[in-house]
């Protein structure tokens, strides 16, 4: 009524922004990504843009707790992961896409937590348990892996999510978290609100030799992958090892190839191709065939945009930088809170 446009343009921006919930994920500096994290993790951080205020992260301070005698890659493999990231459709202007390295302040969040935190609850995580039995090629008999979940902590709590996007394997860190901030807010005050986990469902991918798609088994289908090489991975592929001759009935449920096939078509083009299988209509280099055409059109988009970032990475380091500084201004409010709270504030 009578307002200029003026301000109330930049006043309604502000209550859109504080009508989403926030989320906050993040994800160690492996390099580039495959197939199998783009339907895990990436896809789906991709789709939460629209409806979250996201803060998308590479955890590279979390590398460092287990891969600390050897930081030579580490800068090159956060800008492959976050190339892409862009290319899979995550978008700087909706997203803040940044480095937690770049962003100190969780350093120091991460040590008030540790003072929180009592031993026990991290010698009790099922992932540090279970890695320290099974690594056996890294050192994880150091100080900053025990506390690996004390630092995912303040990662989350320095933006104050509602929500972290996490595969089952980390929702153990996530209720650790809660149970940091209970903990914390029982001796400063209401700081933080309780994350919850957003859990991502994640088909898991076979590779093109049967076993899970991973980087270190060499079986992977890269998003960078053209044409041509999709079709040469595909007709690597194991198909149903019953049926030698094309005129047996094959089973789909048995099969690579169907499987992965099901996840890049609708249910009704699957269905069919299933039934072709089961009753030796069509053949398996048919069905290898129909699921390269499907990789190529799925990866179009991704790859294209791929493209486009491997040829301008002068772009993506200015997309990581800008978000550094974006993360680290919301970063500093929460810091002078946190300060405030525990009585180490001076100014
Ligand atoms: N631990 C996570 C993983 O290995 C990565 C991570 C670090 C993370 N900090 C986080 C995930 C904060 C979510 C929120 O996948």
Redesign the pocket.
């Known amino acids: 009524m009578g307002y200029p446009l003026a301000e109330e343009e930049p006043y309604q921006k502000q209550n859109i922004k504080m009508a989403k919930k926030r989320i906050?994920?993040?994800?160690?500096p492996t390099g580039k990504l495959h197939l199998g994290n783009y339907e895990g993790?990436l896809k789906n951080w991709v789709r939460k843009q629209d409806q979250y205020d996201c803060f998308f992260?590479v955890?590279d301070w979390?590398a460092l707790t287990s891969d600390y005698a050897d930081t030579a890659r580490f800068r090159e493999n956060s800008l492959a992961m976050v190339t892409d990231w862009l290319a899979a459709g995550l978008d700087p202007e909706r997203a803040t896409i940044f480095i937690?390295s770049l962003v100190p302040e969780h350093a120091e969040l991460h040590v008030y937590f540790s003072a929180v935190t009592p031993l026990g609850w991290l010698e009790r995580v099922p992932t540090y348990k279970e890695q320290r039995e099974n690594i056996t090629d890294k050192d994880l008999g150091n100080y900053a892996f025990l506390g690996?979940p004390v630092?995912?902590a303040a990662?989350?709590c320095m933006y104050k999510a509602d929500y972290?996007?996490?595969?089952l394997?980390?929702v153990a860190?996530?209720e650790l978290t809660r149970e940091i901030v209970r903990r914390f807010n029982n001796f400063y005050g209401d700081i933080f609100p309780e994350p919850e986990s957003l859990l991502t469902e994640t088909p898991k991918l076979t590779g093109t030799d049967g076993r899970k798609m991973s980087k270190s088994y060499n079986n992977t289908i890269e998003l960078a992958d053209t044409p041509e090489m999709l079709q040469a991975k595909v007709r690597q592929m194991i198909t149903d090892r019953t049926r030698v001759r094309r005129s047996d009935p094959g089973h789909p449920e048995a099969c690579d190839v169907c499987q992965m096939h099901r996840l890049f078509v609708s249910k009704e083009v699957a269905d069919q191709y299933d039934a072709d299988c089961r009753e030796a209509r069509g053949g398996c280099v048919d069905r290898k065939k129909a699921l390269a055409d499907s990789l190529i059109t799925y990866l179009a988009p991704v790859t294209e945009r791929l493209n486009y970032y491997r040829a301008h990475p002068d772009e993506v380091h200015d997309i990581v930088i800008t978000g550094s500084k974006r993360a680290r201004e919301e970063a500093g409010r929460t810091m002078a809170d946190v300060r405030r709270a525990m009585n180490l504030s001076w100014v």
């Open positions: 906050v994920s993040g994800m160690r993790a992260f955890a979390h937690q690996y630092l995912q990662d989350i972290v996007p996490v595969g394997d980390q860190h996530v």
